[in-house]
């Protein structure tokens, strides 16, 4: 079970936010703020569990898991999606683009652990 | 001295000569050979039906009494042939094309078809013939007598009435026979026309050999008899202008209104043309017959004895100074005059007593429809034999009842005034489309009842119709009645008097109430083609070959209907007549199929006028063309309305499309919207969330971890609060519930205060504002307070994205006319074009940076405030930095002072 956690978030208290409760659960957390560089970063990184904010300057987390799915690479890596638009549209959107779980913001610390340690035990 | 044998048998020969004859010509006619039967010349001789024995032998008497006034009776027609020739002309026409049998036909056909006015008319033809035929029966009755009473060698008076008896039967027997030998107004009576062509010249030869012996036998030439009349008491007789003018006026009338005149210049008429002939042979003819009726009038009173009768000077003359042989030819002219007249008169007569009387009565009767069958024939011969028969019944009654003691001019001029009464309604008829049934209607009894209680009824004489107090104090003493002063009119001449009243109540009737009624659709229809009937029927020598008809149809049908159509439906028609080609023959079936498939484009009135027009059975009448030009406009209202309608439609259509867009475009602006709104709630609340868990749960965190998530948590809040505050801010601004608080204020003032709001009290990002104080200077009258909200919101904007490594901005303040412009440009890399555009929508955030405060909705908010103070706000291109360009009024234009009131609809659909 590997520990590595991409966090692509553009917003800087939610990225803190998100490193301090998963660090304390013994996480390692990187951090990616920008979308048309997001691809490559997650390439470099090569983490075990993506967590993908959707509204991000350049290049939105739709566009990024599409991406993430096409390259083979990466294409199974466990990909959680984060929105704070809230719209079941947004939903049936990255379901269709095969996102493994999809959480609206606000969200409950626990239930972000809860998810990330599911997500990381398959 | 004649023997009366031998003058009854010359008088039979003369009648048994005229059968051969009428005999001849018939048998001549039926075996197609007509040629000089129907020549000019018969034409013309067959008109003089006009001289009767009244014209004879009156005449001379009429000039022993009057003078020169007899000329009247032949200026009237003379003037008519020569004047009014072409009246005739378009009588004959009429007759022609309308196939008219009698005058009364002609008056009952022109208003109508109307029966009643034929019965009035009939029933005037008969009141005022009957005493004519009379005449005409006492003329010869009294020419017999005059030899009778010259034969003083002793043979027997024969009984005056059983001769008018034989006379009339001989007459009827000969007009039954020539008379009825068919039916058809068409197939004219050419015995009888010819009989009396020949009657014509034989008056003529015995007048003129009368005035010949009177003038050269008796008299010494034409110069002594020049002598004789100068000094003849005749000389001297007053010429009674207002008699001449009526006389004249009677006679003229008499052309167009007896029936026997009508019989032989109308219906007998073979060729148009024979009327041009007629209109100077006639008059020759009438100016002959005249001419030597002074001498022997003249001669008579010179030689006869006192008291003798001058109506008879043509026949006593010759006889009482031994001319034995010229006084026969005499009495053969008489007769002759008499009897043309009664053959032709009967005819007339019985032509219209059948048509109009006796037919109606007997279907009416039968209660049968009319149907033309071999039956309906026979029995319309056998109703004009019998009508003829009652004619001259009624002609030998009336004679017997006055005992022929009048005089025959008085007789004959009182017929000519009851005949007359048709004239308003048959010139009226051919000359006034606007005459009507009612009108005719209305003249004719009116007429006809003056004329009878006027004129007729008293000619019996004081005391026999009319009792002696009744013509000289009026009805019940009304003076004003008098039969012979009606209307106070006293002391005229009694003819002249009933002439003057009978003609012009009548016209004003007519005339009157023609002009009160509208006339009906048939009327109409019967009225355009009598008045116009030179406009429709070109010729009368026949129509245009079926042949030609049908091209004439074909070219007509390509126009409407188009080649291929028209083609088509012409030769399926010719293939159902079992014919090759595209000319089907132009039967009444294949004509009303073409009508309606031509009504299909153009209208019912339009495609039958122009058929009607091709075919040449019917005219356009005025209905027709009123029709045409109502269906045209109609087809014009129709198709603009049309053209409108899709014109409108197009228009709902666009304005549906474009509202549909808008809403559609404004749906999925409130999704954008709302998802925005989402997006900016939740992040700030995600991250107060977040932190408050992780300090809640309070286990090892440092201190100084605590105060910054703390910190965190109430930046975000405040964010979230501003948030709200904006929202609401711009929901207000758009709705147009803002209250602007105008008051006076200087610029400079209010740049200062957006300046100071927005100085950091920390040193880190600040930046210089460079202004120049002294072009602020400028009083307005504004909302102080939304004013600076813009400069703060332009000033933060620039500090917060001005990229610059020193960041400068600079305030350009100016008055420009009524207004004040305002520019704010930075240092900065500016906005790119392609933002430009929407940097003042709602959520248009264009950098990443979610710096403290902003939301998305600055400008958005910035636009609406300048909208609400009068002014505006826009992007400024090409300044370097990022700038932005503020106009305002110096005073808020009064629309947008109360506020509220303005701009909702939009805003309403802008926040929707």
């Known amino acids: 079970m590997g520990s590595n956690v991409l966090l692509i978030e553009d917003e800087p208290n939610i990225i803190e936010a998100i490193r301090f409760i998963l660090a304390r659960d013994g996480w390692h957390v990187q951090t990616h703020s920008e979308g048309t560089s997001a691809l490559a970063a997650v390439l470099r990184a090569r983490p075990d569990l993506l967590i993908l904010d959707v509204m991000l300057p350049g290049r939105s987390g739709f566009d990024i898991l599409r991406d993430i799915r096409a390259c083979a690479e990466i294409a199974a890596l466990p990909v959680l999606m984060l929105t704070a638009k809230g719209q079941s549209r947004d939903r049936a959107m990255a379901e269709s683009l095969g996102v493994s779980r999809f959480m609206t913001k606000p969200f409950s610390n626990a239930e972000m652990l809860a998810a990330v340690r599911d997500l990381a035990a398959r | ?912």
């Open chain 2, 1 to 912: 001295m004649i023997p009366f044998d031998i003058l009854v048998a010359v008088c039979v020969s003369y009648v048994a000569l005229l059968f051969i004859i009428a005999f001849m010509a018939e048998r001549r006619a039926s075996a197609g050979r007509v040629g000089w039967l129907r020549s000019p010349l018969v034409y013309t001789l067959s008109l003089s039906v006009y001289c009767t024995a009244w014209t004879f032998y009156g005449a001379v008497g009429y000039a022993a009494r009057s003078g020169l006034e007899f000329l009247t009776i032949y200026l009237g027609p003379t003037l008519v042939l020569v004047g009014w020739w072409w009246a005739l002309r378009k009588l004959v026409r009429i007759g022609k094309t309308q196939r008219i049998t009698s005058i009364a036909d002609l008056i009952s056909s022109r208003y109508g078809k109307s029966n009643a006015l034929g019965v009035i008319v009939t029933l005037l033809a008969v009141v005022g013939t009957t005493p004519y035929i009379a005449l005409q029966l006492q003329s010869v009755t009294l020419s017999f007598a005059v030899f009778v009473r010259a034969g003083t060698d002793g043979w027997a008076l024969p009984d005056v009435n059983a001769t008018a008896l034989w006379v009339a039967a001989g007459l009827a027997l000969f007009t039954v026979l020539f008379g009825t030998r068919n039916l058809d107004a068409n197939e004219r009576h050419h015995g009888v026309v010819t009989a009396i062509a020949v009657e014509a010249v034989v008056k003529l030869v015995a007048l003129v050999a009368v005035g010949i012996f009177v003038v050269w036998g008796v008299a010494d030439g034409p110069r002594d008899m020049a002598i004789r009349i100068s000094e003849s008491p005749l000389a001297g007789t007053d010429f009674a202008a207002g008699r001449w003018v009526g006389m004249t006026f009677l006679s003229a009338a008499a052309i167009f209104t007896l029936p026997r005149m009508f019989q032989v210049l109308v219906v007998e008429n073979a060729d148009e043309r024979h009327l041009a002939t007629a209109s100077w042979a006639f008059p020759l003819y009438l100016f002959l017959m005249s001419l030597f009726v002074m001498p022997i009038a003249v001669i008579g009173l010179a030689t006869q004895p006192a008291g003798a009768n001058p109506d008879l000077f043509v026949l006593t003359v010759p006889l009482s100074l031994g001319q034995e042989g010229l006084a026969t030819l005499a009495f053969l002219g008489g007769f002759s005059s008499a009897t043309s007249m009664v053959i032709v008169a009967a005819i007339a007569l019985s032509t219209m007593v059948s048509n109009h009387i006796v037919m109606p009565l007997w279907l009416n009767w039968q209660n049968t429809g009319a149907s033309m069958s071999g039956d309906v024939r026979k029995l319309v011969l056998r109703a004009r034999r019998i009508s003829i028969a009652g004619v001259l019944v009624l002609g030998y009654a009336y004679f017997r009842l006055t005992g022929g003691s009048e005089a025959l001019a008085s007789i004959g001029l009182i017929s000519f005034t009851g005949v007359a009464q048709a004239l308003p309604a048959l010139l009226g008829g051919i000359f006034w489309r606007g005459a009507t049934r009612r009108g005719a209607g209305a003249g004719l009894l009116i007429g006809l009842a003056v004329w009878l209680y006027t004129l007729f009824l008293p000619s019996f004489g004081a005391g026999s119709v009319m009792s002696a107090g009744l013509l000289s104090d009026g009805p019940w003493g009304v003076a004003w009645l008098r039969p012979q002063a009606l209307f106070g009119v006293d002391g005229v001449d009694p003819l002249l008097h009933a002439v003057f009243w009978s003609i012009a109540l009548n016209s004003f009737a007519f005339i009157g109430v023609s002009l009160w009624g509208v006339p009906g659709p048939m009327e109409r229809l019967q009225g355009a083609q009598f008045v116009n009937v030179f406009d429709h029927s070109s010729d009368a020598q026949g129509w245009m070959q079926g042949a030609a008809e049908a091209e004439d149809l074909l070219i007509m049908a390509q126009r409407i209907l188009g080649g291929t159509e028209a083609q088509a439906l012409f030769q399926r028609a010719a293939v159902a007549q079992g014919k090759t080609g595209y000319l089907p023959d132009t039967t009444p079936a294949f004509l009303e199929r073409l009508e309606r498939e031509l009504a299909g484009s153009v209208g019912a009135a339009t495609a039958h006028a122009m058929v009607g027009q091709i075919v040449g059975r019917s005219s356009i009448s005025v209905e027709d063309l009123m029709a045409m030009a109502d269906e045209t406009a109609q087809m014009m209202e129709y198709s603009s309305q049309l053209e409108a309608k899709s014109a409108e439609l197009e228009r709902t259509a666009r304005q549906l499309r474009e509202a549909n867009e808008k809403l559609t475009e404004l749906s999925v602006q409130k999704d954008a919207f709302l998802s925005q709104i989402s997006h900016e709630l939740r992040t700030p609340m995600t991250s107060i969330r977040a932190f408050s868990e992780i300090l809640m749960g309070g286990e090892d965190l440092r201190i100084e971890d605590r105060r910054w998530y703390s910190s965190i948590i109430h930046d975000e809040g405040i964010r979230l609060t501003r948030l709200l505050d904006d929202l609401l801010d711009l929901s207000v601004l758009e709705n147009g519930q803002v209250s602007l608080n105008l008051q006076p204020a200087n610029l400079r003032d209010l740049i200062d205060r957006a300046v100071a709001a927005t100085t950091e009290p920390k040193g880190d990002g600040a930046i210089t504002i460079h202004r120049d104080r002294a072009a602020e200077n400028i009083e307005l009258v504004t909302d102080t307070d939304r004013l600076c909200q813009v400069f703060i919101n332009l000033i933060v904007n620039a500090r917060k994205y001005c990229t610059a490594d020193a960041p400068e901005l600079r305030i350009d303040a100016r008055r420009q006319g009524d207004g004040v412009l305002l520019d704010f440009v930075d240092n900065g890399s500016g906005i790119p074009k392609r933002s430009q555009a929407i940097i003042f929508e709602k959520f248009a955030r264009l950098s990443d940076r979610n710096a403290a405060g902003g939301a998305g909705l600055g400008l958005a908010i910035c636009r609406e405030i300048m909208g609400r103070l009068g002014g505006s706000i826009a992007y400024l291109p090409g300044q370097g930095g990022a700038a932005f360009r503020v106009q305002l009024p110096l005073r808020p234009p009064e629309t947008s002072a109360p506020a509220g009131s303005q701009g909702e609809a939009p805003a309403q659909l802008n926040h929707a």
